[in-house]
């Protein structure tokens, strides 16, 4: 399929719309290179505004180190995501659409691998739920999970076995959250528990460095909620993070470290 035949308006709009993977096949020729390590596409125009919110600020924002983690990053914006179950053992379908889904169906982002390139899909139209930058590093962060260092995750680790120690309560994110108050439920068996731990872990890794990574695009404002882990907590979380992926020159995580450097 020819790139003009799978980004028409008329296969877009079709009813069951476009699977991200047969998109990837046939996108590559309008691709467009932010730099020698990223390129992006929007399903819709964009005009200078929006390419700057949605393309040039969260790339720009990138650690050095994320961009040898996951060389040949593609950033493709569209307009809806939807999933489906995939008749095909193993997995569902994500499809591209300019028509909203329904709730049950309706998908934020989409991540696709070829031999040599990184495909990250975010709808950009889902606003009202999620904010794209949070969708887009997001998806990054358990990508980079992936590919990091064991020492990473191991150091992190630590981290949260002293938070664990000293019940720290809440967490950076919803689902991290959920999995740490799985994990404080359980009280005997060792195997669910053990289970447990490394679904957390891994949660709160993945949320933190989502957190992490928009933090050096924008700034953030944190939940103060019951829900919301305090901020000593975060903040050694974050200073683990940025010495494991260091932000690029110029960008800074904490205000005053602007003041510091200038």
Partial sequence: MSSAQALSPAKLNDARGIPTKEFVASCREVLIPINEHVSYFSVEPLDEKERQRLVFDPISALPPKVLSLIPNLRLVLVPFLAAEASSEKGGGVVRISFAEPSGDKRWFSDYQKTK??????????????????????????SRVI?????????????????ELKKNAHGEVNEFAWLCKKDLLALAADAEDRQRCLDAY??????????????????????????KQLASRYIRLRLHLLRDFLPPPK??????????ASG
């Fill in 116 to 141: 040599t390139e990184h495909y990250i899909f975010v709808a950009i139209r889902s606003d009202d739920y999620f904010d794209s930058h949070v969708l887009f590093y997001q998806a990054l962060a």
């Fill in 146 to 162: 992936e590919h990091a260092d064991a020492e990473l995750c191991e150091m992190f680790n630590l981290l949260l076995d002293t």
């Fill in 201 to 226: 872990r891994d949660a709160a890794l993945a949320d933190t460095l989502a957190l992490y990574l928009h933090g050096l695009c924008c700034d953030i404002d944190l939940d103060n909620g019951p």
């Fill in 250 to 259: 110029g960008v800074a995580l904490f205000p005053d470290e602007l003041v």
